[in-house]
């Protein structure tokens, strides 16, 4: 059977994809879809608060690093044999 070796696979275009719509989410808010990156531009950008800003950046950044590793993680966990 292929799924055994197609894992590894599998999981990165799974961790790429989770990534891109967290990213694709944050850009969304900019055109008024809701959402953190909706936050950050109305209550950080619009109105000058900068540590809105930053505190929905860091989150944003802290986010896409957690998916990122533990989809990392799970590809080389998955790769051992």
Do not use: H
Request: proline share 2%.
């Amino acid at each position: 059977m292929l799924l055994p070796e197609a894992r590894g696979g599998i999981i990165t275009g799974l961790t790429i994809t989770i990534v891109t719509l967290v990213s694709y989410s944050a850009m969304a808010g900019a055109v008024g879809g809701g959402g953190l990156g909706d936050l950050g531009i109305r209550y950080g950008y619009n109105r000058f608060n900068p540590t809105v800003m930053l505190i929905t950046v860091a989150i944003l950044v802290v986010m896409v690093q957690g998916f990122q590793s533990l989809g990392d993680y799970l590809v080389r966990k998955s790769d051992r044999k």
